[in-house]
């Protein structure tokens, strides 16, 4: 018995059979309570990696820059990476280029809504132009092997470690500007030293976050699969709505947080450097990992709205001359979202008939 | 000040009543003592079946009630006199709750005070208290007098002086904090008396922002000017004692850590405005205010300033 619980996580064949045969409502909750390991996961891989990264004396401005800006993004890397792994292409890129549409087109959107979001032209006057120069080159080398592929086009492995490559150089340049842009002391910084967690409740942290996470991401494909096939659109349909929802969670919550708290200044940071991770951790890491096939539908559909979301998100930047976004901005890009979600639905729902 | 003093007779509602004869208010405030009784509840379907005699010892019964409530207000008016301060007395019939804020709008009160048990956490947290109900409705400022079990009785001072206080002001740079922060300076506080004016920065610990917060320029900013506005309160609160110091505070549930704060510095009384929320924003956000006055161990003055138009 033991056997057969455990062996379908090894077992491509058999996590595929058992996941055709549970009915769509069981597989709907299934993937909710995925991207619910997934997140639960990522908080408790961060809390137990920045505990132990503070204990070996490393400075909160590496941590900031480095494992808490990759720590939100695990959701979507682990996914991407296994969808990759497990040839789903189109699951694993719709995952990344929906989640960058969702953060900024969503949660940041929602933010601009509910709270006076400042300007912080730091930030964006840097890791901002990052944010539209990873997307848009993501979209120029699509292009570029759409032009002289003779086959499908794909995202090779060599983008893949392209990307990765820019993402060390990119987690440099964070600590290099946010040692710039902060005025804390050493003295102020050893006396904000909390207590730290032991050792032991580190590992444990990391380890059953580690394990949250890639459990989540091992059922969460297959299952996400199964749906955008008995729903009858394709598979980066389904990545780029609700997986890239489910996966982004975790920026979801953060915007709530702050917005709570009466600090949605730390949103901008956060979702700026999200869609820059999404494009250079998280695709790269799942092309580095199998080539990736790019459907045609990002051409006609993913592409497009996530570049109108992110050249919008710069025209306002460019705008906002009184050092806050606007509600109506919030607005024009949670329509933004909203529209690409729906006509996604609609588009492959009547080309299914 | 026109202070309302609800009692119920019971041990907390007397520890209330010394906490108002020890405490500096303005020597011009009005003081009225209410108590409400709440007639034995009956249905008229009950009511009716009643004979003659079973009617006659129901109404014996809320008579004794009502007797014991106006010797009950009577005693505590005296108290007061005693102590030199002029006041009514008032007994009521209804719910204590409803009772109590249409009081507080007929006299135009400008503060409720009440006793209150310190229940542990998860009994507040389920069965919620008079005193939530009444700060959630007022129309003007609650003070919630709490006694600890096993709280020893505090020493006898001469009638007509007062206690030395150590005051926790929860403070930012709202307008309800101003609020609180110009009536905590109106007090003429006796002679060892202190005041820390604390301030919580909310951290956000959700996948550990909290580290980008303490390296993000705006956050460093907003420390900055929290400061200063904490220095401009040692200012405004200094002709009321000397003993005034500012703490500024990081933490990620703000009100545990004024909390926290209050009972490390040993204070008698925490002060924190109203941030009056609709009931929507008051259902995402929750009150920061609420959650100090259920759960504080000591007194809380909540300060709701009346406006114009109450």
Redesign the interface.
Known sequence: MNNSILSWIGDEALLQSLVAEQSTLVLLLVIAVCIAMLSMGADWMIDGVVDLAERTGLPKIVIGATVVSLGTTLPEAFVSVMAAYMGNPGLALGNGVGSIIADTGLIFGLTCVLAAVPVNRFILNRTGWVQFGSATMLVLISIGVLLISDSEPQLDRWVGFLFLGLLVLYLYMTYVWAKQGTVMLPEEEEAEQKELKSLGTCWFLIIVGLLLVIMGARVLVPSASEIAMRFGVPEDVIAATMVAFGTSLPELMTAIAAVRKGHPEITVGNIVGADVLNVLFVIGAAAAAAPLVIPMNFYYFHFPAMLIILFSFRVFISMNKEGVFYRWQGFWLLGVYLTYVIMQYALHIESAH | MNILIATDGSEYADHALDFMLRFPFPRDSQMTVLTVVDDIPMLPAEMDALDETQSEALEAANKRLRDEAEELVQREGKRLREDGWPGDTMVRTGKPIDQVLRVAEEIDADLIVLGSHGMSRAKRFLLGSVSDRVLQSAPCSVLIVKKKDGEPTPEAIEPGTNAAYRITLAFDISKASHDALELCASFPLEEGSAIDVVNVM???T????D??????????Q?KVIMQGELNKAVKSLQWATANVKTELR?ASN?SDEILIAAEEAGSDLIMVGCKDKGPIRRL??GSITQRMARYAQCTVWAVRKKTAND
Do not use: G, N, T
């Open positions: 909310p951290l956000i959700a996948y550990r922002q580290v980008r917060q303490h390296i993000d320029s705006i956050w460093m907003k990081e703000v995402l956000v």
